[in-house]
């Protein structure tokens, strides 16, 4: 048996996993609440637990950090397994000596495309403060925007990923992310896909940077100065910034290629839509220079606890511990619909956006069953964040394996479908439920349109 999980574990790229979790498991249980203030019970919250410890024996997240809040109750703050030194067998992210290191709720992870919500409500917040407006051309602001007819594509577009410039040209060097400038020289100079917002498709990282380049030129100041004076200090938060300062990347949780590799035609649209291979993409983001860079849509640090929090201001209007953040109307702003569900030119599968953010759907949506009011957005796939206002929750999965194909999914349907379902939306009735054979049987449609295509 151990040498077919082992042969097992190289051939999916997955880590062993111990039948006992309890030594790879870290929480304070003094840091938990009391099941019954969020209105739940100890059954509830031992079955969504249950079905995070499930998806860390799927064997594709060497480390996993989960916090979630209920009624503002913070009612699981956990993490299973390793931050550093555990990776799937032959992988190339840790050295022969490097030490295991445990996972714990207050170890920092890289957020990939969970970025875009924070980046996303700093442009809300300037709209906000009146120095922008979110009708405004991209051009007012970034003259140079508007070659080959881009000048009617305003910041709303861009945010919604309506924008037209979902990525950069093929052939580009990865390395150009590191240029801010030329970056945005880059973005300036592409041919949009559309000239006034009317092609979805979804911008994984010229967005972060447009809306990056407006807040420079708009208030002189970079993004991450200004999330830290808007959001980072008031809070308290201990990371949650764009990158990290030299003591602490080697804190940051690396990052795995984990699950089946992909080929052909999934690693063709996961190239389109990164602009590097999928494992490139998780190279780059273990290199020093990663951590010291400002990249908007896809380099900000944080703890699950952090994320989680930053979700539960936008689900109190705006307000956390007494904090005012946001004005309850710039949230109400940012979790709008901008759009229907329609086909994502660049994801291939339907999707529902606001103003930076991506939106539920009933009866099934990528929160679960039943989550048309919710609004969050994922990073690389395998990063959940996301509020739910219906069921009053606020949900951070931070994993440090990247994988799209393989055995993790069946596990992360049962976990939305768990969480749907052990927080009962108010006056919800029980025939209103989806049974969890239909929810995977929706959800796996969804999830064979962005596989394969169709």
């Known amino acids: ?34 099941p019954a203030l969020a209105g739940m019970t100890r059954q509830d919250v031992d079955a969504i637990w249950e079905s995070v410890e499930n998806l860390y024996r799927t064997g594709v997240y060497p480390g996993l950090s989960f916090c979630m809040r209920r009624h503002g109750q913070k009612i699981l703050n956990r993490a299973i397994g390793h931050s550093h030194g555990n990776g799937p067998p032959g992988n190339f992210t840790d050295g022969p000596d490097d030490e295991k290191i ?33 009708a405004d051309p991209v051009v007012n602001y970034i003259p140079e925007f508007a070659v080959l007819g881009k000048y009617k594509i305003n910041i709303e577009h861009i945010l919604s990923h309506h924008g037209g410039v979902p990525a950069p040209p093929p052939g580009s060097d990865p390395d150009v992310l590191f240029d801010h400038d030329a970056f945005v020289k880059l973005i300036c100079g592409i041919k949009p896909k ?9 911008h994984a990282i010229t967005g972060g940077t ?23 200090k008031p809070l308290g938060f201990r990371y949650f910034n764009y990158g990290v300062p030299e003591a602490d990347i080697p804190k940051v949780a690396k990052n795995y290629d984990t699950g089946l590799p ?62 005012r953040i946001f004005k309850p109307e710039t949230v109400s702003r940012a979790v709008a619909p901008a759009s229907k569900m329609w086909f994502d030119g660049t994801m291939v599968v339907p999707m529902r956006y606001s103003a930076g953010l991506m939106l539920g759907a009933s009866p099934v949506g990528m929160w679960g069953p039943y989550t048309e009011s919710a609004f969050g957005h994922v990073g690389f796939m395998n990063i959940l964040c996301w ?53 995977e049987a929706m959800f796996y449609k969804i999830l064979r349109r962005l596989i394969l295509g169709g």
């Open 1 to 34: 048996m151990k040498l077919f999980d082992a042969v097992t574990s190289k051939i999916l790229r997955t880590i062993l996993v111990p039948k006992d979790l309890t030594p790879l498991t870290t929480y304070d249980p003094s840091d938990e609440a009391d």
């Open 102 to 134: 445990l996972m714990t709720p207050d170890t920092p992870v890289c957020q990939y495309s969970a970025s875009k919500a924070v980046t996303s409500m700093m442009m809300h917040l300037l709209a906000e403060r009146g120095e922008v407006s979110l």
């Open 194 to 202: 559309s000239k006034d917002g009317g092609h979805m498709a979804y």
């Open 210 to 232: 447009i809306m990056a380049e407006i807040i420079r030129r708009v208030t002189g100041k970079d993004i991450r100065e200004m999330l830290a004076n808007a959001v980072q």
């Open 262 to 323: 992909l080929v052909f035609p999934v690693s063709a649209i996961a190239k389109r839509a990164l602009s590097a291979s999928w494992g490139d993409v998780v190279r780059i983001s273990n290199e020093p220079r990663f951590m010291r860079a400002i990249i908007p849509a896809a380099n900000l640090v944080a703890t699950a606890d952090e994320m989680c929090q930053f979700f539960q201001v936008l689900l109190d209007d705006g307000e956390l511990n007494g904090k």
């Open 387 to 439: 509020a739910d206002p219906s069921r009053d929750i606020s949900v951070s999965l931070q994993t440090t394996g990247k994988t799209l194909i393989g055995p993790h999914l069946a596990a992360i349907v049962r976990f939305l479908f768990t969480v749907g379902r052990r927080c009962r939306m108010e006056n919800q009735a029980d025939d209103l439920s989806m049974s969890l054979t239909a929810f």
